[in-house]
Nanobody, 121 residues
Framework: QVQLAESGGGLVQAGESLRLSCAAS????????MAWYRQAPGKQREMVAV???????NYADSVKGRFTISRDNAKNTVYLQMSSLKPEDTAVYYC???????????????WGQGTQVTISS
């Protein structure tokens, strides 16, 4: 069984910073891509940032230059450093990871429970 545990959400003012963390644990053979998604009230879930096992990254246009995704492969942990936060960044942020649980077992998606990020103006 695999679990993703997120931490680091909260309420901050516009212009401030927050750092989210997400650790994968359980019966893990290999962790492939790790990513952060977010879902604001009344909107669809959207990809925020993704990092490959090799460290390549990709960002949504709305967060480029403000957010930085990184990972610690030894700890199976992904981070999202969020700076210059805006009220429109308010959402529930979800961690996602593509994880193989055994040799020659296809990777599948796992999700964290979500952490609320609220930015006040």
């Amino acid at each position: 069984q695999v679990q993703l545990a997120e931490s680091g959400g909260g309420l901050v003012q516009a212009g401030e910073s927050l750092r989210l963390s997400c650790a994968a644990s359980g019966s893990i053979f290999r962790v492939n891509n790790m990513a952060w998604y977010r879902q604001a009230p009344g909107k669809q879930r959207e990809m925020v940032a993704v990092v490959t096992s090799g460290g390549d990254t990709n960002y949504a246009d709305s967060v480029k230059g403000r957010f930085t995704i990184s990972r610690d492969n030894a700890k199976n942990t992904v981070y999202l450093q969020m700076s210059s936060l805006k009220p429109e960044d308010t959402a529930v942020y979800y961690c996602n990871a593509k994880i193989e649980v055994g040799f020659r077992v296809a990777a599948r998606d796992y999700w964290g429970q979500g952490t609320q990020v609220t930015i006040s103006s």
